[in-house]
């Protein structure tokens, strides 16, 4: 099992900024790709960020690409998520999730949720116009 802990959330006004952390414990989680999602009320879950293990390779949603930027530090077990210049429409649950082992990473299998196995209990992005 991999346990992921998300951090970070909180309320911030339009043309913010947050930085989201999400600690990783149990299985190695270094060699795995891992990805940023999340669900505003009434939504389905959607692709936010996605990152290789290495972090040599790196997918956005189009809707935070040039805003966000998403990054990991193997060495802490940590993956990262910095937000900027944030609008009302990014207010959602954010959740952080590592993909099975062996997982090929391509933009098929890094934006689908279907590929990740592991999932954090999410933190509250609200912000406010």
């Known amino acids: 099992q991999v346990q992921l802990v998300e951090a970070g959330g909180g309320l911030v006004q339009a043309g913010g900024s947050l930085r989201l952390s999400c600690a990783a414990s149990?299985?190695?989680?270094?060699?795995?790709?891992m990805g940023w999602f999340r669900q505003a009320p009434g939504k389905e879950r959607e692709f936010v960020a996605a990152?290789?293990?290495?972090?040599?390779?790196?997918w956005y949603a189009d809707a935070v690409k040039g805003r966000f930027t998403i990054s990991r530090d193997n060495a802490k077990n940590t993956g990262y998520l910095q937000m900027n210049s944030l609008n009302p429409k990014d207010t959602a649950v954010y959740y952080c999730?590592?993909?099975?082992?062996?997982?090929?990473?391509?933009?098929?299998?890094?934006?689908?949720?279907?590929?990740?196995?592991?999932w954090g209990q999410g933190t509250q992005v609200t912000v406010s116009s």
């Open positions: 999730a590592a993909v099975r082992a062996a997982t090929i990473a391509t933009m098929e299998t890094m934006t689908s949720s279907s590929s990740y196995d592991y």
């Open positions: 149990g299985r190695t989680f270094s060699n795995r790709h």
């Open positions: 990152i290789t293990w290495s972090g040599s390779r790196t």
